[in-house]
């Protein structure tokens, strides 16, 4: 089909991601893991931020994946 493109590395698919997220025009809905915190991370959510207000979206992350690292409160 003609809309979908192979990703073949970890780099396309952090770049296909962040361009997509920038370019948004309706809504971004992103499904992953966790977040993590290096600097390609904070770029997405950067760009994440810039849109937020703008387009509508939807993030889904895993609770107990996405408290790693986080102090705990037992």
Do not use: C, W
């Amino acid at each position: 089909p003609r809309h979908i493109s192979i990703l073949r590395s970890p780099d396309e698919f952090y770049q296909t991601l962040l361009t997509g997220i920038r370019e948004s025009r309706e809504r971004v809905l992103l499904a992953a893991l966790y977040l993590g915190p290096g600097e390609q991370e904070q770029a997405l959510a950067a760009a994440l931020q810039e849109k937020a207000g703008r387009v509508r979206m939807s993030l889904l992350f895993d609770g107990n994946r996405g408290r790693r690292g986080m102090p705990s409160t037992a």
